[in-house]
């Protein structure tokens, strides 16, 4: 009887829709929090009576037209003596409590300091000063586009990330004046470009920093959305997966299969200029499990950052649009989770993609060639670019060649090579070229399709996946592959960026753009 009636109570338990469990990840918010504010950066030919001072020197001397009290000056050239401060780039000397002023903070340029040089000096600056509680003001830049330099150092190296931190006591908003002779030129040299960069590598290194199960590639698109938002000239284009099933992008949305979260293509196009864009097309994996070809644990924290170069492209259209730059640029992110699900592709299948062309799958964990595959036959197709560069995080072999000083450069058209070398130097977003050889295209030739998207070890990986996209690629259109595997995380704090992603690329197509433009 007892379990007749245990039956019956069962039976008429009300049944919850399959749909109700439907849910991606948690179904539950982390924070609606906004990282802390940084502090505001203006110009003046003074600097405010009770803000901390940076002084930056590019030797041992301090100038006479440097603006310093005596009282200020007779402490800050006894600390220098004290320490033997050289004026070395990026040295810093700090001197709390000194002549009347919170903190007086000495950093080094260097001789004949570079606009790179000063940027890292006020970047330094912002960390050292992170933690006072009182307004900056910095001096020794010298004329409008140093001091404007300084300003996109100082908003660069206060970044920081800290919207899941509860509790804690954010550091101080008060502003941080540059101080010069040319304030209203600098001013306006800052507000024309350097803003926009700044506002453009925030806004890239939050994407980077978010977890996975907040940056997928539907809130990929739509936090880039949000952020160009009513600026003119800029209209964005968005292919689900069932748009991309129809053209046969087999090979996108192949990496995508095996996640609940479908794979996008995204493209943002920013027309202020006329004639046939600059092609950006950047690797989108918001997170990288290797899929069936799993990764190790140790580490693996890190592979949200697997969209590092579909961030870039996207905040360097924002940098572009936000400073209404004179060029016409296409900014494309190929976006896909890469995830060992019952519906992977596995090792061994075959995919086909847009242009006809086969790949065999050798390695699930070469994903990022796969969705770049498609990316780059729809822009090449749809756009009709002037030229095409292609930036990911593709390789650990590049930085094997390369350490974390540069970035991989692979290109097939010497003009095109020279501008991304030249917008790199100028930028601070360096790149050394490495080879493409005919031996390369036979390496990842397949026994069963047209090409293989992994030579399993053989060296050298990293040409052999520029290699790899480059058959995509029509030889006709000028082309380059970044690889910016191994600059696209710091592993220690910079002078321009804390520990954690760099924002790396967005500077250097910023400037790539404006210079291919202005050659054109």
Known sequence: MRLLLTSLCLAVLPVLPAAAQDVAGSGIALSNARNSAERPIGFAATAPADAALVVLLPGAELAPTLPLAQAERDALAAGIASAEFTGKANAVLSLPAAAGRQRIVAVGVGPNPSAIAIQEAAGKAAQELKGVNAPVALIGAGGAQAMASAALGYALGQYRFDRYKTGATPPSTQAVTIVGSEPEAARTAWQSRHAGVAEAARFTRDLINEPAGVIHPASFVER??????GLPNVSIEVLDEAAMRRLGMGAIVGVGQGSRRGSRLLLVTYRGAGGPPLALVGKGITFDSGGISLKPGSGMYQMKADMSGAAAVVGTALSLARTRAP????????LAENMPGGNAQRPGDVVRTMGGKTIE?????AEG?????????????????AALVDIATLTGAVGGALGDEYAGLFARDEPLAAAILAAGEASGEPLWRL?????HDEDIKSKIADVRNSTEGLSPGASHGAAFIGTFVDPALPWAHVDMASTMWASSSQPLYPEGPTGYGVRLLDTLARSWAAGR
């Open 361 to 365: 799958v050798v390695n699930t964990d």
């Open 369 to 385: 060639r796969l969705v770049l595959a498609d990316a780059v036959q729809y822009v090449a197709e749809r756009k009709k670019p």
């Open 327 to 334: 060029v016409h640029v296409v900014a494309v992110a190929a």
């Open 224 to 229: 880039t959305r949000e952020a160009l938002s």
């Open 435 to 439: 080879p493409l050889h005919r031996n």
